[in-house]
């Protein structure tokens, strides 16, 4: 909840939470059906000092080659929605690139 990370109605933000809102999360295991995704890639992006790091590297565990983890050196969640320094743009234009190629 910092003023540059804030927005009213985000979850997140501590102003849209009730008590029903976890509950589709909690019925729901998200990573069940993660290695399904393959055989596409995936490219998993996480900032080293981000809270929710684990998240992250616990889908990488979870998910099926072809698969590739990126931790961005002493970026926090945020970091990774605005801070032009940290986002890894290089990486990302290479991935879509490759994986995203149009097959004859």
């Known amino acids: 909840m910092t003023p540059r990370g804030y927005h009213p109605r985000a979850v997140n933000s501590g102003n849209a939470w009730t008590q029903t809102t976890p509950l589709p999360f909690m019925n729901m295991p998200i990573l069940t059906y993660i290695s399904e995704i393959s055989p596409r890639p995936v490219l998993f992006i996480h900032g080293e000092k981000a809270h929710s790091r684990y998240f992250s590297e616990t889908a990488f565990a979870a998910a099926a080659e072809p698969k590739e983890l990126l931790i961005i050196p002493d970026?926090?969640?945020v970091d990774l929605y605005d801070r032009m320094d940290k986002i890894p743009f290089d990486k990302l234009t290479a991935f879509f690139r490759e994986?995203?190629?149009a097959t004859a």
Do not use: Q
């Open 75 to 77: 970026a926090v969640h």
């Open 99 to 101: 994986n995203l190629a």
